[in-house]
């Protein structure tokens, strides 16, 4: 028994110098993290509170309205027009929401302006705007939409959020928005997207989205919180982060049951749009 001890104790030190390395990949930020208080244990209206089928579409300013009417922190998504200015739309294709042809950045703000969502009479707001109505009522939760892998929207939308006096933060699925973050605006509070890509058919044996579901690009952008698929809550990494001291946020929850699955076990909920007022 004696010849395999050495052996054994080899292995033991190898597996404890990988799952340090593990642990080393996946961190959160540990220094310096800025305040986030204000989403403490916060349910967080998903594109604002909407209802498509009934005249308040998403990300639109009634939805917005609606969510702060409630108390509700607000969710909203940020992508550039043709002519560089910051809009809130989540889509890149313009179809589902204003049944016109194209992607949002093949057009002009002020052609943007004109469409209407979901055939109401209210159109793709800018993001100026935007934060001129919600007026730090509620804290705000601005991802950035990088279906055109450009970070340039990041410095526009943070151009605007350096003159606002409300609650912030900002997350993206894409690490490049967070590593302009932490680079160009390290006060801000930065969130990773992610969920278990590499369990999707068109993601499955990609090395990326191994990294991506195990958020091991957390070496190069150190995130404060992880915004995690609320069913894929047992993801090892998520878990391992929590217990190193990043918030977590789960999305999108879509009914009563689905806050039941999680509540107790996220700092953060971010939520479609139906009743919880027997959770608050």
């Keep these: 028994m004696t010849k395999f001890r050495k052996p ?14 593990y642990l080393f990949l996946i961190a959160p930020r540990m220094r310096n993290k800025p305040d986030m208080s204000a989403f403490d244990g916060a349910f967080i209206a998903h594109r604002g509170y909407f209802d498509n089928e009934k005249g ?12 702060i009417e409630k108390g509700f922190a607000i969710e909203l998504d940020i992508q550039l ?21 194209g992607k949002i950045w093949d057009y002009t703000a002020a052609d943007l302006k004109e469409m209407k969502l979901f055939g109401t009479e209210q159109t793709i707001p800018t993001f100026e705007e ?15 939409k990088m279906d055109r892998v450009d970070t340039a929207v990041c ?98 929850l879509k009914s009563a049951e689905e806050l039941e699955y999680v509540k107790g076990e996220f700092d953060m909920y ?5 009743d919880i007022s027997q959770y608050r």
């Design 130 to 144: 935007t934060l001129a109505l919600i007026d730090g009522r509620v804290p705000l939760l601005v991802e950035y």
């Design 81 to 101: 027009s043709s002519d560089g200015v910051a809009m809130v739309f989540h889509d890149a294709d313009l179809d589902r929401v204003c049944g016109v042809k």
């Design 155 to 252: 410095a526009a939308g943070q151009a605007l959020l350096d003159e606002y006096e409300g609650e912030y933060m900002m997350q993206c699925f894409d690490p490049r928005a967070l590593l302009w973050y932490k680079k160009n605006a390290p006060q801000v509070a930065r969130g990773q997207l992610a969920e278990k890509f590499w369990e999707k058919d068109e993601y499955s044996g990609k090395p990326l989205y191994l990294v991506l579901t195990y958020m091991l690009e957390n070496v190069a952008t150190r995130p404060d919180f992880i915004s995690y698929k609320a069913v894929h809550k047992d993801n090892i990494s998520l878990n391992l982060c929590r217990l190193m001291g990043a918030e977590t946020a789960c999305y999108t």
């Design 56 to 67: 308040i579409p998403e990300n639109s300013l009634p939805s917005f309205e609606a969510a």
């Design 270 to 274: 971010i939520f479609d749009s139906f």
């Design 8 to 21: 054994i104790k080899i292995l033991a030190v190898i597996l404890i110098v990988l799952f340090g390395m």
